[in-house]
């Protein structure tokens, strides 16, 4: 388990708290995996297509001995078992998780780019990514730094802590 990883989810259509929740138990039920940190669960103002609900997001900081590649697909994977939703591009959606850091990686194929190139502009995710490691430089500047930048007005906490998403159930 050597690479740190970090990831943003987020919804708005269903049960976003449950479907993230449910999501972040899946991926530390596999042994390549192990969820380290999470953040608290906020509720943020939709960006881009701004006639839809609110969102719930969060992020979480992952160990794994994946590949980038590999733990995308392993995110997919997940997305589709819990039957994610998502009608147009930018849209609602059920759930969403993007694969935002892996490591100190830059990685830009047709399939996947990391760092993940929307990140330095969205507030919904420097927001919780800023509670995990807002020291962490991500393209030339700190999270927080780039947090300072954007407007981060409209989000507010929806769940304190990092612990919202542990049940009791399976995974
Ligand atoms: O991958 C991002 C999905 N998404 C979101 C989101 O997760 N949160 C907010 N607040 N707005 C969004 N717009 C899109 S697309």
Redo the contacts with the bound molecule.
Sequence with gaps: MSVPAYI?L???LGDPQAQMAQALRLLDASDRVRVEAVSPLYR??????TDQP??L?SCARLRTDLDAEALLALCLMVENRLHRQRAER??P?TI?I?LLVFGSSRIDTPGLAVPHPRLTERA?VLRPLADLDGDMPVLGRTVREWLADVDAGGIRLHRPGGDWWRGTGDP
Aim: charged share 25%.
């Design positions: 943003g987020g919804g708005n943020t103002p939709p960006w881009g297509k609110d969102f997001n930018w849209g959606r969403d993007d919904f």
